[in-house]
Every structure is written in C-alpha cells, then in structure tokens.
C-alpha cells in the first residue's frame, strides 16, 4: 500500500507542497494520514490534519474527535478541527453531512487528501448505476478535482487493513457505517460482497474502469468545447456523445443549472424539428429557441411587478398585455376573468407570495399548491396575476375569485382582466 500511495503523491504534488489528510479516526483516514506520515520527509511535502465533527452521533462524535487530537498529538501532527450542525437538506443528510465537512476542508491551504479507496470507488460506481448515470457518472470519483487528491484509489480495504496491522495504528470505527439505512451501505454490505465473490478483484478492476471512463469523458468533453455554439445544420452532423455535450455545456452555461437528460434530448428536438423556429421551456424559466440555423436562448421572464389598482380605477400590465378595470357592481359576476368583490383597504395586482391562499369550489388550498395542482409550470407562476388587498386574495387572473371574498349582494367592486388592444 505504501508504495502504492507514494507513486499516487509523486504525480499529485511538488516537494514543499502541504497534504492536509482529511482524518474522520476511521480505518481508512487513519491509513491515509500514516502513510503520509512515513512518506512526509522522502518526498518533501508538509502534512497537516484536519477532523471534521458532525456533531450526529452524540458522544459517539466526540470520541472520534478526541480520538484524532491525542494521535495527532503524539505524532506532533498539526491538527485543525472544525464542528458544526448538519441538517437533512433535499438530498438527504448525508449529502448534507458530505457539503458540511467538504466546505470545512476547503478553508485549508495546500493539498486536501482524503482516504478514498478502489472499494469506494467501485461502490461508487454501482451506486450511480442504480440511480441512472452516463459516462461521467461511471467515472466515479476523481483522483484529482481542484485541490482535492485522492492518492488511495488504488488501494483496497484488504490492503488497509494489513497496512494497519503491520505499523500497529488504531482505528475506530463509525457505527452509522454498520445501518443499511443509506444505499451506499447496502450496496457494501449485500451487493459487493456477492460481486466479489465472482471475482476476488472485483473492486480493483472497477476502480480503474472508472479511471479509463474519467479519461474518456475528459476526451468528448474536449471535442465538445467551443467559443460559440457551431450552427444547426454542424450539430446535426456531429456524433451524438459531442453534441450532447454540447448542448449541456449550452443549457448550463443559459440558466439551466443541472441539466439532466431529458433536458438535452429535448434540445435536441429542436435542432432535428422541421420548424425552424420551434422553442422549449427548461428549468429556471429559460426558453431555448432555434432561430433558423441557430440556437439561442432567452433570459427567464422577471415576476409581475406590483400594481396599485384605484376603486374606481384602471391599471395596466403591460408586460402582459392586459387591462384591470375596477368599478362598482350592479350584480354579482364571477368568472376567470371577472370578479365581483367586496375590498379591505388598498387592492394590488401582483404575484405570488409565500402564504397566499384560496378559496375554489373544491376548498381552500395555498395559490403555491394551486398552481402546481394545475400543473402550471415553475416560470410561469410568478407571472399570474393575483388579485388582492389588506386581508389576502381576492381571486386569480385566468382561475377565478376566493369565495371567501364574494359580498352577499351588491353593492361591491367588479374587478375584469382584459386584453389591452394594440
């Protein structure tokens, strides 16, 4: 294994350079951070260590952290320890536990070298197989990403294992590593076992696949690159690994922040349509549009701007093209397009704000719940017009009035949305 390290260290980094091995008290890290260790003076480097506490597991995670300093202190390793509180986020909380300890390592200089392994890696592998991936997800985890090294990647757990009985270093272990309440660990647990039993090298044979998938990714990503995306008809003839390449870097660099496949495959639609002006709407409210023999993309729309509506009163929307005439009731009238109701204090025309809610036929519901009830998509909702005054909605442009908010007879205000004409 240490051999193994060295060469991996000899490519990553430059004599003087400072390692700061990532160190969470685990087999792994701890291998990491005595390999470093013994390798520190022959290929001149500066090690550090840095532990981050979750703060997850109670007395368990101080343990880990007390269990770090007292090793680093014997060794006169520098040590910096960073704490914090992780909460689940949408991807869950290890993913948020993940953010949290890579945002912490990052706030040190040099090299940051965390302990990674061919078994990590092939785990990694099959856990983007199960999700679904493409070749970049294939390729698993990087060996060198900004100042992020992972000189272990070629080394198995077996290998760690017999590295720490030959220096007699302690480990402790992490007992959320023994839950198969995370995918991760149940793919270790019941998965690669299996596999492995088919082929004792199973998890060094992925590791380097991953490694090959990586460099072939990196070549179409390269033949991909350009200053101005190339023409229609150029993109037509392109293989489809470039051009879709193509396209995700186009969508990214438009708005579209995480692109996934289906983005592109319907971008694509637009370069093979026989309509030379068709357009698409993608995520975050951008609209991707072929201009004949281009693509080009337009900017999300902003959200309605607020309007005072005087009772009497007309105001305009002309981002909108409409017309909101307010005048006094002589029935009640409701329609999507007409409200007759009865105002507390100042009526506005805007969007939608957090809270907002309304009365239907079918119940009371939140205009947010409304809006994606009615499938309407993500961009459009901010540009719905609300209607509404001192005590909340007073109806919806296009849906209809909060019957909360109909007088018992007239007298009251009817309020009607129309087009304004050219």
Request: with cysteine; aromatic share 4%.
């Given at each position: 294994?240490?051999?193994?390290?060295?060469?991996?260290?000899?490519?990553?980094?430059?004599?003087?350079?400072?390692?700061?091995?990532?160190?969470?008290g685990?087999?792994?890290?701890?291998?990491?951070l005595?390999a470093?260790?013994?390798?520190r003076?022959?290929?001149g480097i500066?090690l550090e260590?840095?532990?981050f506490?979750?703060?997850?597991?109670?007395?368990e995670?101080l343990r880990d952290?007390?269990?770090?300093?007292?090793?680093c202190r014997?060794?006169?390793?520098?040590?910096?320890v960073?704490a914090?509180?992780?909460?689940?986020?949408?991807?869950g909380?290890e993913?948020a536990?993940?953010?949290?300890?890579?945002?912490f390592?990052?706030?040190?200089?040099?090299?940051?070298?965390?302990?990674?392994?061919?078994?990590d890696n092939?785990e990694?592998?099959?856990?983007?197989l199960?999700?679904?991936?493409?070749?970049?997800?294939?390729?698993?985890i990087?060996?060198v990403?900004?100042?992020?090294?992972?000189?272990?990647?070629?080394?198995t757990?077996?290998?760690?294992?017999a590295?720490?009985?030959e220096?007699?270093?302690?480990?402790?272990?992490?007992?959320?590593?023994?839950?198969?309440?995370?995918?991760?660990?149940?793919?270790?647990?019941?998965v690669?076992?299996?596999l492995?039993?088919?082929?004792?090298?199973?998890?060094?044979?992925?590791?380097a696949?991953?490694?090959?998938?990586?460099?072939?990714?990196e070549?179409?990503s390269?033949l991909?690159?350009?200053?101005?995306?190339?023409?229609v008809q150029?993109?037509?003839?392109?293989p489809?690994?470039?051009?879709?390449?193509?396209?995700?870097?186009f969508?990214?660099?438009?708005?579209?922040?995480?692109?996934?496949?289906?983005?592109i495959?319907?971008?694509?639609?637009?370069?093979?349509?026989?309509?030379?002006?068709?357009?698409a709407?993608?995520?975050?409210?951008?609209?991707?549009?072929?201009?004949?023999?281009?693509?080009?993309?337009?900017p999300?729309?902003?959200p309605?701007?607020?309007?005072?509506l005087?009772?009497?009163?007309?105001?305009?929307?002309?981002?909108?093209?409409?017309r909101?005439?307010?005048?006094?009731a002589e029935?009640?009238?409701?329609?999507?397009?007409?409200?007759?109701?009865?105002?507390?204090?100042?009526?506005?025309?805007?969007?939608?704000?957090?809270g907002?809610?309304i009365?239907l036929?079918?119940?009371?519901?939140?205009?947010?719940?409304l809006?994606?009830?009615?499938?309407?998509?993500?961009?459009?909702?901010?540009?719905?017009?609300?209607?509404?005054?001192d005590?909340?909605?007073?109806?919806?442009c296009g849906?209809g009035?909060n019957?909360?908010?109909?007088?018992?007879?007239?007298?009251?205000?009817?309020i009607?949305?129309?087009?304004?004409?050219?």
């Amino acid at each position: 294994m240490l051999n193994e390290v060295k060469a991996r260290l000899r490519e990553m980094t430059r004599p003087g350079d400072r390692v700061v091995c990532a160190v969470s008290g685990g087999a792994d890290s701890m291998a990491l951070l005595w390999a470093v260790y013994l390798l520190r003076e022959p290929l001149g480097i500066r090690l550090e260590a840095a532990h981050f506490n979750h703060g997850l597991r109670g007395g368990e995670s101080l343990r880990d952290e007390n269990f770090v300093r007292e090793f680093c202190r014997r060794y006169d390793i520098p040590l910096t320890v960073g704490a914090g509180t992780v909460t689940a986020g949408k991807k869950g909380l290890e993913a948020a536990a993940r953010e949290a300890r890579y945002a912490f390592l990052h706030t040190r200089p040099g090299w940051i070298a965390t302990a990674h392994t061919a078994d990590d890696n092939a785990e990694t592998v099959l856990l983007h197989l199960v999700r679904g991936t493409g070749l970049k997800g294939l390729g698993a985890i990087a060996p060198v990403n900004g100042r992020l090294i992972r000189p272990m990647l070629g080394v198995t757990r077996r290998q760690v294992t017999a590295f720490l009985e030959e220096y007699h270093i302690p480990h402790i272990d992490d007992s959320s590593n023994d839950t198969d309440a995370f995918l991760r660990n149940r793919l270790r647990h019941s998965v690669m076992p299996l596999l492995t039993a088919e082929n004792p090298k199973l998890a060094k044979n992925l590791s380097a696949m991953a490694l090959r998938l990586r460099q072939d990714e990196e070549a179409l990503s390269d033949l991909a690159r350009f200053d101005t995306l190339p023409d229609v008809q150029t993109l037509r003839t392109l293989p489809s690994a470039v051009r879709g390449r193509m396209l995700e870097r186009f969508l990214k660099e438009n708005g579209v922040r995480e692109p996934e496949a289906q983005h592109i495959t319907l971008a694509e639609r637009l370069i093979f349509s026989e309509k030379p002006s068709a357009s698409a709407r993608f995520p975050g409210g951008v609209t991707i549009r072929r201009n004949y023999h281009r693509m080009e993309a337009l900017p999300p729309e902003a959200p309605l701007s607020s309007v005072t509506l005087l009772l009497p009163g007309t105001a305009e929307l002309p981002e909108l093209g409409l017309r909101v005439i307010a005048e006094p009731a002589e029935e009640i009238v409701q329609t999507p397009l007409t409200f007759t109701v009865a105002p507390v204090g100042a009526v506005v025309v805007r969007c939608r704000q957090a809270g907002d809610e309304i009365r239907l036929s079918g119940g009371t519901k939140s205009v947010k719940k409304l809006f994606i009830d009615r499938k309407i998509p993500a961009d459009r909702r901010l540009r719905i017009p609300v209607l509404a005054d001192d005590a909340g909605v007073l109806g919806i442009c296009g849906i209809g009035v909060n019957l909360d908010r109909v007088p018992q007879a007239p007298p009251g205000i009817q309020i009607r949305f129309e087009i304004m004409q050219p």
